[in-house]
T-cell receptor, first 113, second 112 residues
């Protein structure tokens, strides 16, 4: 069982470069989320999706864009990377939105120089 | 606004000792409450969750948590800690908006 798969696992960018993080889940979950994890700040929600073709902003959406063209995939894009976006990014999914267990990927370590 | 507070950044306990990790939530009604564990280099794994009913919730790996409405707390406990419990622990809540809010985490160190 693959669960939630994130690619890539590590990436180093220069300031101003762009990249896309891919999240794929094979559990037929409706809801998907992107979080960033920074020391001393826990996990903060960037964007989320309640179904194919829908996206919404979370707590810290600035500088990021997302797309959910297929139910199983949730893409996180950085159009012009900044050092402040150096972080560990986690994708998660859940069967429904409220009170459900989140299934997490293993994370992407992103460094922006 | 909904918030989750974990007042302890680091906790160190000896193997075999009991453990209690604190979590306080801020929300008018009772939210869904969760405890997750994160091992180094890994994603988060659910330990247990609470919404209603019995205020003492049993989870995996021998963990339990007690919901106390009067104190707005949901503390995680384990009677006897094992070296493999060393990890970071996150409390989280969901007030029904499906935007889960996480605490800042407590890093547990276990001494042999």
């Amino acid at each position: 069982n693959a669960g939630v798969t994130q690619t890539p696992k590590f990436r180093v960018l220069k300031t101003g470069q762009s990249m896309t993080l891919l999240c794929a889940q094979d559990m037929n979950h409706e809801y998907m989320y992107w979080y960033r994890q920074d020391p001393g700040m826990g996990l903060r929600l960037i964007h989320y999706s309640v179904g194919e073709g829908t996206t919404a902003k979370g707590e810290v959406p600035d500088g990021y864009n997302v797309s959910r063209l297929k139910k199983q995939n949730f893409l996180l894009g950085l159009e012009s990377a900044a050092p402040s976006q150096t972080s560990v990014y986690f994708c998660a999914s859940s069967r429904a939105g409220t009170g459900e267990k989140l299934f997490f990927g293993s994370g992407t370590q992103l460094s922006v120089l | 606004a909904q918030s989750v507070t974990q007042p302890d950044i680091h906790i160190t306990v000896s193997e075999g000792a009991s453990l209690e990790l604190r979590c306080n939530y801020s929300y008018g009604a009772t939210p869904y409450l969760f405890w997750y564990v994160q091992s180094p280099g890994q994603g988060l794994q659910l330990l247990l969750k609470y919404f209603s009913g019995d205020t003492l919730v049993q989870g995996i790996k021998g963990f339990e948590a007690e919901f106390k409405r009067s104190q707005s707390s949901f503390n995680l406990r384990k009677p006897s800690v094992h070296w493999s419990d060393a990890a970071e622990y996150f409390c989280a809540s969901d007030s029904g908006t499906y935007k889960y809010i996480f605490g800042t985490g407590t890093r547990l160190k276990v001494l042999a």
